[in-house]
């Protein structure tokens, strides 16, 4: 079993978010290019940012069935064209929790 849990890691990669003054970048990064994906979105084009989940580095150690079934965080990203995107990530809810903090102060200047 850990041994499937390893490949599908290994084949699914990373995913990592990345804050600049005028745009984040989500990143889901994968050896096969299947799983690859990449997003950007301007600062002036977000209206609002919310995470949510529980999906941490101590619930991936306690609970090995909760990281299995996928059971992972949400982003959401409202754009002020009325667009909703939401991502499903493996990044840790307190690094999520850091991003939506910093795009708060990036976002209110450009309402």
């Given at each position: 079993m850990a041994t499937v849990c390893l490949v599908f890691f290994v084949l699914t990669g990373t995913d990592e978010i990345i804050v600049n003054t005028d745009a984040i970048?989500?990143?889901?990064?994968?050896?096969?290019?299947?799983?690859?994906?990449?997003?950007?979105?301007?600062?002036?084009?977000i209206q609002s940012f919310k995470v949510q989940g529980t999906y941490s580095t101590a619930s991936e150690l306690t609970s090995i069935r909760e990281a299995r079934n996928g059971n992972f965080n949400k982003m959401e990203i409202v754009l002020?064209?009325?667009?909703?995107?939401?991502?499903?990530?493996?990044?840790?809810?307190?690094?999520?929790?850091?991003?939506?903090?910093?795009?708060?102060?990036?976002?209110?200047?450009?309402?």
């Open positions: 970048e989500y990143r889901s990064n994968s050896i096969l290019r299947i799983f690859r994906e990449r997003k950007e979105f301007k600062i002036n084009d002020k064209n009325g667009e909703i995107i939401s991502i499903t990530t493996s990044i840790y809810i307190d690094k999520l929790k850091k991003v939506e903090q910093e795009l708060k102060k990036l976002i209110s200047p450009h309402r």
